[in-house]
Structures are given as structure tokens and as C-alpha cells.
């Protein structure tokens, strides 16, 4: 089980071995976290996006590119369910963060930091997708060592701290 981290602040700074983009199912590019991974990592990540998802990515599913000028080797892209356009599935979620997990290991990544997916433009209740993220995360078999939980605002890294596991 991953040692899980709760760390306040821009995602795009953390160096670990791969950064999680909350995508869509287009994955080429967008708001949010999203914006923020590409404008960041410069236009390698998009390239790598064509290249790879001709067809884009499925919801509750995962893939990867390379990290352009990111300090991470790898981005790991997902498509969390859109709540707001009524895609309420908790099981979509919890996918996206198992298969992460699974692409993670194909990759060899042993430190991945995570956004709280869903949870933005997409709508999700903060406090459920808080519960999600540290549920699926300590439950997933995976070498994955740490995961980052990356929370961008005070209210958010509040909940997230209060729902570590009690060893965390
Ligand atoms: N670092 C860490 N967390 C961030 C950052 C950042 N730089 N920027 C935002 N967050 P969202 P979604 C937080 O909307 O809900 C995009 O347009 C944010 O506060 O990025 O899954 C995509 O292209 C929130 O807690 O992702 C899709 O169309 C969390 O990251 C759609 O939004 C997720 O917010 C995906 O929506």
C-alpha cells in the first residue's frame, strides 16, 4: 500500500516520477488541471497525446505521455465522470484512480501525485471525492510507494488531511 501525502499547492511543481492529469475524453487539452499540466509541460505533451489517443480516452480509464518540461517523467492521463452532466457512477471514479495505479506500475513509477479528480469543473462533491481518492488509493495492490494528494486550496487540503488513513 502507497504511503499517501497530502501536499497544498500547484501540482505542476511536484517532482515525482509521474504527474496526474484529469483529462477528457477528447485529451487534448483543456481547463482546470488539465490547462495548467499543458501549459506547464509545453506542447510535447499534446504531440504525445495525438500520437498516442488518436481516439481519446475512455471515462474511468487511463494513459500515458511523456511529461514535456514537467520535473516528472511521465503524466498519466484519466477521464473522471462529469457529475455535473450527470455521470454519477462512484465506480467511474474509484476506476480512475485503480487504473493510474496499473499504468503506474507498467511504467515503473514508484512516486505519482494525483489531483482530486473530478472535482472541479466536473462537479463532484469535494467531500466524497476526498473519500474516493484515499479509499482506492489503500486499497489498489500496486508498487507504487508514495501518492501524492495534491490539493490546490486550503478547503480542499482540510478535507483531505482529515481523511487520512490514521497511520498517514
Ligand atoms: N494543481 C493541483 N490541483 C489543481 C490544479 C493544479 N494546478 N488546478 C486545478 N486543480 P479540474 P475535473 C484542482 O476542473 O473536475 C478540464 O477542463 C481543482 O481545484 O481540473 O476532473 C478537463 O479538460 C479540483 O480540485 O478537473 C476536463 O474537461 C481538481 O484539481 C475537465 O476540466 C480537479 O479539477 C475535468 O474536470
Redesign the pocket.
Known amino acids: 500500500m502507497p504511503t499517501i501525502t497530502p501536499v497544498l ?4 511543481t511536484q517532482e515525482v516520477d509521474a504527474i496526474v492529469n ?3 475524453n477528447a485529451m487534448r ?8 499540466i499543458h501549459r506547464a509541460g509545453g506542447p510535447d505533451i499534446l504531440r504525445d497525446c495525438i500520437a498516442r489517443f488518436p481516439d481519446g480516452l475512455a471515462t474511468g480509464d487511463a494513459g500515458w505521455t511523456t511529461a514535456g518540461d514537467l520535473p516528472a517523467r511521465w503524466v498519466i492521463h484519466t477521464v ?1 465522470p462529469n457529475y455535473a452532466a450527470g455521470q454519477r457512477d462512484r465506480a467511474l471514479l474509484e476506476s480512475c484512480y485503480r487504473r493510474v495505479l496499473e499504468v503506474a506500475d507498467e511504467l515503473g513509477a514508484r512516486t505519482v501525485a494525483f ?10 462533491p469535494l467531500p466524497d471525492a476526498v473519500a474516493v481518492a484515499v479509499e482506492t488509493i489503500t486499497s489498489t495492490p500496486t508498487k507504487v510507494e508514495e501518492a501524492r494528494l ?4 486550503d478547503n ?1 487540503f482540510a478535507l483531505l488531511r482529515e481523511a487520512m488513513p490514521p497511520s498517514a
Open positions: 499547492g500547484d501540482i505542476t484529469a483529462a477528457n487539452g483543456g481547463g482546470g488541471v488539465d490547462g495548467a473522471g489531483p482530486l479528480i473530478s472535482a472541479g469543473v466536473y462537479g463532484w495534491v490539493a490546490l486550496g480542499p
